[in-house]
Protein backbone atom coordinates (compact mmCIF):
# COMPACT_ATOMS: atom_id res chain seq x y z
CA UNK A 1 0.00 0.00 0.00
CA UNK A 2 1.38 3.46 -1.20
CA UNK A 3 2.11 5.90 1.76
CA UNK A 4 -0.17 8.89 1.68
CA UNK A 5 1.48 11.84 0.54
CA UNK A 6 2.92 14.75 3.04
CA UNK A 7 0.99 17.80 3.41
CA UNK A 8 3.23 20.84 1.43
CA UNK A 9 3.34 24.31 1.79
CA UNK A 10 4.43 27.19 0.31
CA UNK A 11 7.52 27.06 -2.04
CA UNK A 12 7.44 23.73 -2.35
CA UNK A 13 3.42 23.19 -2.91
CA UNK A 14 4.64 25.95 -5.52
CA UNK A 15 7.12 24.56 -7.16
CA UNK A 16 4.94 20.79 -7.42
CA UNK A 17 2.16 23.01 -9.24
CA UNK A 18 4.18 25.12 -11.65
CA UNK A 19 6.21 21.63 -12.83
CA UNK A 20 2.58 20.01 -12.98
CA UNK A 21 1.44 22.92 -15.29
CA UNK A 22 5.16 22.80 -17.31
CA UNK A 23 4.75 19.26 -18.14
CA UNK A 24 0.73 19.56 -18.79
CA UNK A 25 1.75 22.33 -21.38
CA UNK A 26 4.26 20.32 -23.20
CA UNK A 27 2.21 17.13 -23.33
CA UNK A 28 -1.16 18.55 -24.65
CA UNK A 29 -0.71 22.27 -25.10
CA UNK A 30 -2.21 25.47 -24.23
CA UNK A 31 -5.58 24.90 -25.63
CA UNK A 32 -6.23 21.60 -23.55
CA UNK A 33 -4.69 22.73 -20.43
CA UNK A 34 -6.95 22.29 -17.47
CA UNK A 35 -6.59 22.91 -13.94
CA UNK A 36 -8.14 19.47 -12.66
CA UNK A 37 -5.16 17.86 -14.63
CA UNK A 38 -2.61 20.26 -13.12
CA UNK A 39 -3.81 19.45 -9.76
CA UNK A 40 -3.78 15.84 -9.92
CA UNK A 41 -0.46 15.88 -11.64
CA UNK A 42 1.07 18.06 -8.49
CA UNK A 43 -1.26 15.67 -5.83
CA UNK A 44 -3.04 18.62 -4.79
CA UNK A 45 -6.80 20.62 -5.61
CA UNK A 46 -8.11 22.89 -7.35
CA UNK A 47 -9.22 25.52 -5.09
CA UNK A 48 -5.43 25.33 -3.99
CA UNK A 49 -4.07 26.14 -7.02
CA UNK A 50 -7.21 28.94 -7.55
CA UNK A 51 -5.90 30.37 -4.90
CA UNK A 52 -2.75 31.39 -6.06
CA UNK A 53 -3.43 31.86 -9.71
CA UNK A 54 -6.71 32.86 -10.62
CA UNK A 55 -6.66 31.95 -14.07
CA UNK A 56 -4.75 29.11 -16.79
CA UNK A 57 -3.24 32.16 -18.04
CA UNK A 58 -1.35 33.23 -15.04
CA UNK A 59 -0.41 29.84 -13.90
CA UNK A 60 0.54 29.14 -17.67
CA UNK A 61 2.86 31.93 -17.33
CA UNK A 62 4.08 31.48 -13.73
CA UNK A 63 4.99 27.62 -15.11
CA UNK A 64 7.22 29.35 -18.37
CA UNK A 65 8.80 32.19 -15.64
CA UNK A 66 10.20 29.26 -13.54
CA UNK A 67 11.59 27.80 -16.63
CA UNK A 68 13.46 31.31 -17.88
CA UNK A 69 17.09 31.11 -16.92
CA UNK A 70 18.02 33.95 -15.01
CA UNK A 71 20.89 35.56 -16.44
CA UNK A 72 22.47 36.09 -19.62
CA UNK A 73 26.42 37.13 -20.32
CA UNK A 74 25.99 40.19 -22.78
CA UNK A 75 27.85 39.37 -26.08
CA UNK A 76 31.29 41.08 -26.40
CA UNK A 77 32.90 40.22 -29.76
CA UNK A 78 34.70 43.01 -30.31
CA UNK A 79 32.35 43.84 -33.06
CA UNK A 80 28.81 46.11 -32.89
CA UNK A 81 26.94 43.57 -35.17
CA UNK A 82 28.36 40.05 -33.99
CA UNK A 83 27.15 41.53 -30.60
CA UNK A 84 23.31 42.13 -31.86
CA UNK A 85 23.75 38.92 -33.33
CA UNK A 86 24.29 37.06 -29.84
CA UNK A 87 21.82 39.09 -28.27
CA UNK A 88 19.42 38.68 -30.98
CA UNK A 89 19.98 34.46 -30.94
CA UNK A 90 20.00 34.61 -27.09
CA UNK A 91 16.50 35.79 -26.92
CA UNK A 92 15.46 33.89 -29.87
CA UNK A 93 16.62 30.99 -28.41
CA UNK A 94 14.36 31.94 -25.12
CA UNK A 95 11.72 32.83 -27.39
CA UNK A 96 11.61 28.94 -29.06
CA UNK A 97 11.56 27.64 -25.58
CA UNK A 98 8.12 29.22 -24.55
CA UNK A 99 5.88 27.00 -26.40
CA UNK A 100 4.31 29.52 -28.98
CA UNK A 101 1.21 27.47 -29.02
CA UNK A 102 0.96 28.52 -25.31
CA UNK A 103 1.69 31.79 -25.86
CA UNK A 104 -1.18 32.45 -28.14
CA UNK A 105 -3.10 30.96 -26.34
CA UNK A 106 -2.34 33.41 -23.27
CA UNK A 107 -2.56 36.08 -25.27
CA UNK A 108 -6.58 34.82 -26.12
CA UNK A 109 -7.05 34.68 -22.73
CA UNK A 110 -5.80 37.79 -21.61
CA UNK A 111 -8.40 39.51 -23.68
CA UNK A 112 -11.02 38.31 -21.88
CA UNK A 113 -9.40 38.25 -18.76
CA UNK A 114 -9.10 42.49 -18.16
CA UNK A 115 -6.83 41.40 -15.23
CA UNK A 116 -4.25 38.96 -17.34
CA UNK A 117 -4.56 41.70 -19.60
CA UNK A 118 -4.00 44.57 -17.23
CA UNK A 119 -0.86 42.62 -16.06
CA UNK A 120 0.54 41.91 -19.71
CA UNK A 121 0.04 45.74 -20.63
CA UNK A 122 2.01 46.66 -17.59
CA UNK A 123 5.04 44.03 -18.33
CA UNK A 124 5.12 44.95 -21.86
CA UNK A 125 5.20 48.46 -21.00
CA UNK A 126 7.72 48.76 -18.46
CA UNK A 127 11.69 48.68 -18.47
CA UNK A 128 12.76 46.62 -21.24
CA UNK A 129 15.49 43.51 -19.77
CA UNK A 130 17.20 44.13 -23.08
CA UNK A 131 18.09 47.80 -21.62
CA UNK A 132 20.89 46.72 -20.14
CA UNK A 133 22.57 44.30 -22.30
CA UNK A 134 21.89 47.10 -25.14
CA UNK A 135 23.67 49.90 -23.06
CA UNK A 136 26.60 48.08 -22.92
CA UNK A 137 26.82 46.66 -26.07
CA UNK A 138 26.00 49.88 -27.71
CA UNK A 139 28.65 51.89 -25.06
CA UNK A 140 31.29 49.50 -26.25
CA UNK A 141 30.38 50.75 -29.62
CA UNK A 142 30.88 54.31 -29.31
CA UNK A 143 33.88 53.42 -27.44
CA UNK A 144 35.54 51.98 -30.56
CA UNK A 145 34.22 54.10 -32.48
CA UNK A 146 31.70 52.20 -34.73
CA UNK A 147 28.92 54.64 -33.47
CA UNK A 148 28.56 58.21 -32.47
CA UNK A 149 27.14 58.61 -29.07
CA UNK A 150 23.76 57.63 -29.20
CA UNK A 151 20.37 57.66 -26.54
CA UNK A 152 18.64 54.32 -26.76
CA UNK A 153 14.76 55.03 -26.22
CA UNK A 154 12.38 52.98 -24.06
CA UNK A 155 10.84 51.73 -27.42
CA UNK A 156 14.04 51.13 -29.15
CA UNK A 157 15.02 48.80 -26.29
CA UNK A 158 12.15 46.90 -27.44
CA UNK A 159 12.51 45.82 -30.96
CA UNK A 160 15.16 43.07 -30.73
CA UNK A 161 12.11 41.87 -28.27
CA UNK A 162 9.14 43.10 -30.27
CA UNK A 163 11.05 41.30 -33.43
CA UNK A 164 11.95 37.88 -32.47
CA UNK A 165 7.90 37.74 -30.41
CA UNK A 166 6.23 38.60 -34.12
CA UNK A 167 8.50 36.26 -36.58
CA UNK A 168 8.13 33.37 -33.70
CA UNK A 169 4.39 33.84 -33.48
CA UNK A 170 3.84 34.07 -36.79
CA UNK A 171 6.18 31.75 -38.19
CA UNK A 172 4.95 28.76 -35.19
CA UNK A 173 9.05 27.51 -35.70
CA UNK A 174 12.62 28.48 -34.27
CA UNK A 175 14.18 31.88 -35.63
CA UNK A 176 16.74 30.66 -38.25
CA UNK A 177 20.65 32.12 -38.52
CA UNK A 178 19.66 33.64 -41.47
CA UNK A 179 16.47 35.25 -39.87
CA UNK A 180 18.01 36.37 -36.96
CA UNK A 181 21.06 38.30 -39.04
CA UNK A 182 18.47 40.28 -41.35
CA UNK A 183 16.93 41.23 -37.98
CA UNK A 184 20.09 42.37 -37.15
CA UNK A 185 20.99 44.18 -40.89
CA UNK A 186 17.77 45.24 -41.88
CA UNK A 187 16.31 46.38 -39.40
CA UNK A 188 18.38 46.77 -36.30
CA UNK A 189 21.86 48.40 -37.45
CA UNK A 190 19.83 50.78 -39.78
CA UNK A 191 17.70 52.06 -36.69
CA UNK A 192 20.71 52.04 -34.36
CA UNK A 193 22.47 54.42 -36.98
CA UNK A 194 19.47 56.42 -37.50
CA UNK A 195 19.37 57.36 -34.15
CA UNK A 196 22.99 58.18 -33.98
CA UNK A 197 22.71 60.72 -36.46
CA UNK A 198 20.44 62.78 -34.12
CA UNK A 199 21.86 65.18 -31.67
CA UNK A 200 21.52 64.08 -28.26
CA UNK A 201 19.55 65.81 -25.44
CA UNK A 202 20.70 69.48 -24.33
CA UNK A 203 21.44 67.67 -20.99
CA UNK A 204 24.17 66.03 -23.07
CA UNK A 205 24.99 62.43 -22.86
CA UNK A 206 25.65 61.88 -19.05
CA UNK A 207 21.68 62.63 -18.68
CA UNK A 208 20.87 59.94 -21.25
CA UNK A 209 18.40 57.42 -19.81
CA UNK A 210 19.76 57.89 -16.24
CA UNK A 211 23.36 56.45 -17.55
CA UNK A 212 26.32 58.17 -16.26
CA UNK A 213 28.42 58.69 -19.41
CA UNK A 214 29.96 56.72 -22.51
CA UNK A 215 32.52 54.88 -20.09
CA UNK A 216 32.65 50.94 -21.16
CA UNK A 217 31.11 49.09 -18.82
CA UNK A 218 31.55 46.02 -16.45
CA UNK A 219 29.84 42.78 -18.48
CA UNK A 220 26.00 42.89 -18.15
CA UNK A 221 23.55 40.18 -17.74
CA UNK A 222 19.78 39.68 -18.15
CA UNK A 223 18.06 40.59 -14.59
CA UNK A 224 16.33 38.14 -12.46
CA UNK A 225 12.79 38.75 -13.17
CA UNK A 226 9.52 37.31 -14.24
CA UNK A 227 9.03 39.49 -16.93
CA UNK A 228 6.86 38.25 -19.49
CA UNK A 229 8.90 40.31 -21.98
CA UNK A 230 11.01 37.23 -23.10
CA UNK A 231 8.34 34.86 -24.15
CA UNK A 232 5.51 37.92 -25.46
Request: glycine share 6%; hydrophobic share 40%.
Amino acid sequence: MAEPRSRRRGAELEAAVLDAAWAELSEVGYSRLTIEAVAKRAGTSKPVIYRRWPSRAELALAAWNRRVPVSMATPDTGDLREDLVGLFSSVARRADSMMNEMIAGVMGEAFRHPEVAGILRDRLTSRSPLTGPLDAIVDRAVARGELPPVEVPHRAARVPLDLIRSESMACGAPLSEDAVAELVDDIYLPLLHGLASRPLPQDGPDQRAGRPDLRVKPQAEFPESGQIDTIV
